[in-house]
């Protein structure tokens, strides 16, 4: 099992970014995906989801109209499209992946929001 974060860096205040993780070795479509960060010093805090089935999404109150998250059965990605991004939204990003007892994490990806 993989999950493989790609599209991260260094943006200024108000840019745009977009993190896909890429995911192999299990049935994707079945699975909720989920995006979690985690500032240096801080608890690591869910930022969005979306439902294998019908493909509902959850946003944290933080990110709410501003980042969105996506699917793509067919490539086995999921992606988070962060706009207006904030420093505050500087933190390593990690997917993740779940079906039941099933939880696989990503090795995270760091996002620094800075002028």
């Known amino acids: 099992v993989q999950l493989v974060e790609s599209g991260g860096g260094l943006v200024q205040p108000g840019g745009s970014l977009t993190l896909s993780c890429a995911a192999s070795g299990f049935t994707f479509s079945t699975y909720d995906m989920t995006w979690h960060r985690q500032a240096p010093g801080k608890e690591r805090e869910l930022v969005a989801a979306?439902?294998?089935?019908?493909?509902?999404?959850n946003y944290a109150d933080s990110v709410k109209g501003r980042f969105t998250i996506s699917r793509d059965n067919t490539k086995n990605t999921v992606y988070l499209q962060m706009n207006s991004l904030k420093p505050e939204d500087t933190a390593v990003y990690y997917c993740?992946?779940?079906?039941?007892?099933?939880?696989?994490w990503g090795q995270g990806i760091q996002v620094t929001v800075s002028s």
């Open positions: 979306i439902s294998s089935a019908r493909c509902v999404t």
């Open positions: 993740n992946a779940q079906r039941g007892l099933r939880n696989y």
